[in-house]
C-alpha cells in the first residue's frame, strides 16, 4: 500500500504561480511513475503531467510551457509548479502514483486563480 499526500493549494491570482507537492510512502519512490490530474467542477478528470522513473515528461497541450513536473527520489516526492495561472485552471489537482499495475491517489488539493 502506498500512502499519496497532496499539498500546496491556495489561491492565486492569475499570472501568478503555485508549487504543488506530491509526497508518497514506500521505499522504490524512484521507480514510480507519477501523474497529476485536475478535476474541474463539471468537466472530466484530466491529465495534466506525467513523470516515469526514467525522468521523461508529458504535458498536454492545454498546460505545455506554463507547468512543469519534477521528482525528488531521495525526499519520495514530486512536483507541480504552475505559471502564468489563469482562471481556467481553477480545480483540485490530484496526484497518482502507480507501482507495477496498481495506482495509488490522494485526496487533492484545491487550487483557485482569481482575477
Known amino acids: 500500500q502506498v500512502q499519496v499526500v497532496e499539498s500546496g493549494g491556495g489561491l492565486v491570482q492569475a499570472g501568478g504561480s503555485l508549487r504543488l507537492s506530491c509526497a508518497a510512502s514506500?521505499?522504490?519512490?524512484?521507480?514510480?511513475?507519477v501523474d497529476w490530474y485536475r478535476q474541474r467542477p463539471g468537466r472530466l478528470r484530466e491529465l495534466v503531467a506525467s513523470?516515469?522513473?526514467?525522468?521523461?515528461?508529458y504535458y498536454p497541450g492545454s498546460v505545455k510551457g506554463r507547468f512543469t513536473i519534477s521528482r525528488d527520489n531521495a525526499k519520495n516526492t514530486a512536483y507541480l509548479q504552475m505559471n502564468s495561472l489563469k482562471l481556467e485552471d481553477t480545480a483540485v489537482y490530484l496526484c497518482?502514483?502507480?507501482?507495477?499495475?496498481?495506482?495509488?491517489w490522494g485526496q487533492g488539493t484545491q487550487v483557485t486563480v482569481s482575477s
Open positions: 513523470i516515469i522513473r526514467e525522468g521523461s515528461t
Open positions: 514506500g521505499s522504490n519512490f524512484n521507480i514510480y511513475a
Open positions: 497518482s502514483v502507480t507501482v507495477g499495475t496498481k495506482v495509488y
